[in-house]
């Protein structure tokens, strides 16, 4: 550190949110920041970090970055992609080439020597390939853990944190893992407050318009929509089914009935072994096994059964096998149709078939935000339904008002579901600031308590 600035480097930085909370903490303790390097290789999150931070070394795609041309620093920040090890990809961790991005991580502490880090990933890391089932983290945090205390010597921990608890109405549990090389640090003394989704909202802005809306407003009264998701999936009272609200045609009593009985028996495991398949969640179901459970005439069935798939609510398909193939990382799956079986209706689902997927409730909290949906969120305004719009989701993560992001709504709405609470970011680098200083402080001590030949010595 020279001249009380502290310098950093911003790794996978999409929107620069861990860069915020870091700077944000150790100006509060009294020191300057300088990020000397930013390595993002998404066109658009490069644009928007140069339209709000200024004068800084963008670099690029981290694997080919070398040692040399990285300048030197004080703390690497770096929320390293996080699908191999979420509930959202296919948890192979190391397996995933995005998983080894860890590895240029240790190689850059290796390599420079800086004094700390910020580490951020999600919450599925920290069990992931779990040797006992109850074993507190599995082998792949064992893995990185071990780097990092006893290959890099760091004195490192680690918390999930939820951004509950910091004043953002948005659940989102994450993992971060900090380390320095003089001492551990204290990660607890979160003092929770709380906030509702109104908190952040805008007002004014108008509403939607579109079949879609209509039919759910003709269907559902506003406030019943409150909290309610939108897909032809499982989720008890929790859902809207398309159905519902006759999306893709009218829908008769006793067409309901029988998408309600079938969204429910497809996922039995009865019926896997009686059509000779691996049990998966959503099977096909022949007109014979749906009579069992649907007391019509079976003619009259199997009529109600075709205008429901003519409408698009079912599909009639064979029902899928299980493949599995052995590859150079393991064992890999895959669905294909069994021919050799006889077809059956199955519900047509997807999520993201909808324009709208969930409407938020202002008097509670929005969901952990995803890339993949956050564009199809909504929330009601006057007497109507809208979007959740991109100022609202940077409030969501705690972004300063100051920041904007200047790119297609849906190129924006992709970097925000893959971004950090800034506040959580602020609370872990306030830990390691405090603890910095007053290690300056020392050692500031110490040097004014020396002989000024020792001085001298000391530096």
Not at 33 to 41: A, F, K, N
Not at 229 to 234: L, Q, V
Not at 356 to 369: C, E, M
């Amino acid at each position: 550190m020279k001249n009380n600035t502290v310098k950093f480097i911003d790794l996978f930085a999409g929107l620069g949110g861990i860069r915020l909370g870091f700077e944000k903490a150790f100006k509060d303790a009294g020191m300057e920041t300088e990020c000397v390097m930013t390595s993002e290789i998404k066109p658009y999150a490069v644009k928007t970090l140069k339209h709000n931070f200024k004068n800084d070394f963008l670099a690029g795609d981290i694997f080919e970055i070398r040692n040399e041309f990285i300048p030197d620093f004080d703390f690497l920040l770096g929320g390293f992609p996080c699908q191999p090890f979420s509930a959202g990809g296919k948890r192979q961790g190391f397996l995933d080439t995005r998983g080894t991005l860890f590895f240029e991580i240790e190689r850059i502490l290796r390599d420079k020597k800086p004094s700390g880090f910020i580490l951020e990933n999600v919450e599925g890391l920290v069990k992931h390939d779990l040797e006992n089932k109850n074993d507190e983290i599995g082998r792949t945090l064992k893995t990185i853990l071990h780097t990092l205390e006893v290959d890099l010597d760091y004195k490192v921990s680690w918390r999930v944190f939820d951004s509950l608890e910091f004043g953002l109405p948005q659940s989102r549990k994450r993992i971060f893992i900090v380390g320095t090389k003089k001492k551990k640090i204290d990660l607890n003394g979160v003092e929770p407050v709380f906030n509702p989704l109104e908190s952040v909202l805008e007002s004014g802005l108008p509403i939607l318009k579109s079949d879609f809306i209509d039919k759910l407003l003709v269907h559902f009264q506003l406030e019943d929509l409150y909290g309610k998701s939108i897909k032809d999936k499982r989720g008890g009272d929790s859902n809207i089914h398309s159905w519902d609200i006759e999306l893709k045609g009218s829908v008769s009593k006793k067409q309901a009935n029988i998408l309600n009985q079938l969204f429910k028996q497809r996922r039995k495991k009865q019926w896997a072994k009686e059509i000779g398949i691996d049990w998966m969640d959503g099977m096909t179901l022949t007109l014979e096994q749906i009579n069992t459970f649907i007391d019509l005439p079976k003619k009259e069935l199997k009529t109600l059964l075709e205008d429901l798939t003519k409408k698009g609510y079912l599909k009639f398909e064979h029902p899928k096998k299980l493949i599995r193939i052995k590859t150079e990382n393991g064992i890999s799956s895959s669905r294909e149709y069994d021919e050799s079986k006889p077809k059956g209706y199955n519900i047509v689902t997807g999520k993201l078939s909808f324009e709208i997927n969930k409407i938020l409730d202002p008097k509670d909290i929005a969901p952990t935000l995803v890339a993949t949906d956050v564009s199809r969120l909504a929330v009601p305004n006057g007497k109507g339904l809208r979007r959740l719009t991109i100022r609202e989701g940077l409030r969501l993560f705690g972004y300063p008002e100051w920041y904007e992001i200047p790119t297609k709504e849906y190129d924006a709405f992709d970097l925000l579901g893959n971004t950090v609470a800034v506040p959580v970011v602020e609370f872990v680098a306030s830990k390691i600031a405090t603890t910095f200083t007053k290690q300056i402080e020392d050692l500031d001590n110490i040097h004014s308590k020396l002989h000024p030949v020792h001085q001298v010595f000391f530096g």
